[in-house]
């Protein structure tokens, strides 16, 4: 693709503003505008160029991410719900665990299974996991599980059909592993700060050497990343996503406490993040350990109300060579 003098111009702008610690939202989504079809493995990267193009998501990595953890809970809530009607935990008190969690999740059949359930509550559920829970409970990583669950199954007419050569064995292995993916949900965001930052430097380096511009200097970004970092959740703020069943989930900058441990009450610190919400559900979709104080200037602020919650500060504006997130006008 051969660059216009304008689109030049444009970039040198924006590098020059963020290498000047000058620049706020707006360079950030001029920029991305920019390198969007200069992107190539760029995944993450390339997911939030989208975002900025179309805030109106029915695809890409954190609208899968968000559709399959809201279909998780949706099911998990109404087979909970359907449970406690029926009286089966009064009725049958000496049960083990696995029994009550198997009735909640057995909304999908084993043997036969549709292209739309696989595709969300197998494929899509499976994705959000990470390789660190699935080797902990199963010994194996998704590319493995990929791989098992396509030997496992034939798709056919619309339908995933369970091979019924397998041993009795790896019925219940795969039986029990898709109620391991269905049935979890992680509280760790869509996007990674690490593998955004790596892939923003790796992108603009291409770009900048392809067209000869002089203004990107890796290691330099990399010290105003999280100012880069924070200017892009908010323009990810107020972003819509469309659900499975029709609904819609939506966007907001909030807090996150980071615990020390998982079952620490009390919140040693809090960090800005990109939460989902959903009709019945709020989720991450970006968490970060960018410390709220560091671009939240306001004082008198009680972190902890903030907890997961939207905060009113979404827009980054310039103060002198800081950036801070300041509240929308009238808010």
């Known amino acids: 693709m051969s660059p216009n003098s304008k689109l030049t111009a444009s970039l040198n702008r924006s590098l020059h503003k963020i290498a000047a610690d000058q620049f706020d939202e707006y360079d950030i989504k001029m920029l991305l505008i920019d390198v969007r079809e200069y992107l190539r493995e760029e995944t993450f990267l390339r997911e939030v160029a989208d975002f900025v193009a179309h805030p109106q998501r029915e695809r890409g990595i954190c609208h899968k991410a ?87 199954f034939t798709k056919n007419a619309g339908f995933y059909y369970l091979n019924t050569k397998l041993t009795l064995n790896s019925i219940r292995f795969i039986d029990d592993l898709l109620k391991f993916i269905r049935g979890t949900v992680l509280g760790i965001g869509a996007l ?39 200017s892009i959740l908010a323009l990810m703020h107020d972003a819509k996503f469309k659900l499975y069943d029709g609904q819609e989930a939506s966007a907001y900058l909030s807090l996150h406490g980071n ?51 939207p905060i009113p500060w979404v827009h980054t504006v310039r103060e002198g060579n800081r950036l801070l997130l300041k509240k929308s006008a009238g808010a």
């Open 66 to 152: 968000i559709n399959a953890r809201y279909a998780k809970m949706k099911m998990a809530s109404e087979g909970t719900k359907k449970l406690i009607e029926s009286n089966i935990m009064t009725r049958e008190p000496n049960k083990p665990d696995n029994f009550y969690t198997d009735k909640i999740l057995n909304y999908i059949s084993l043997l036969t299974i549709s292209k739309d359930d696989y595709q969300l509550f197998v494929l899509d559920s499976l994705d959000d996991l990470t390789d660190e829970i699935l080797i902990k409970y199963y010994n194996i990583n998704k590319h493995d599980a990929h791989q098992l669950l396509k030997k496992a």
């Open 192 to 230: 990674s700060y690490d593998k955004l930052q790596y892939q923003f430097n790796t992108a603009l380096g291409r770009v900048v050497k392809d067209l000869r511009l002089a203004a990107f200097q890796s290691k330099a970004f990399s010290r105003k990343f999280d100012a880069i970092f924070v």
């Open 259 to 309: 615990r020390t441990t998982p079952h620490e009450s009390a919140c040693s610190s809090y960090s800005i993040a990109l939460m989902a919400h959903t009709p019945s559900f709020s989720f991450p979709i970006v968490t970060s350990d960018i410390g709220y104080a560091e671009f939240i200037g306001e004082e008198g602020i009680n972190p902890a109300d903030f907890d997961l919650k």
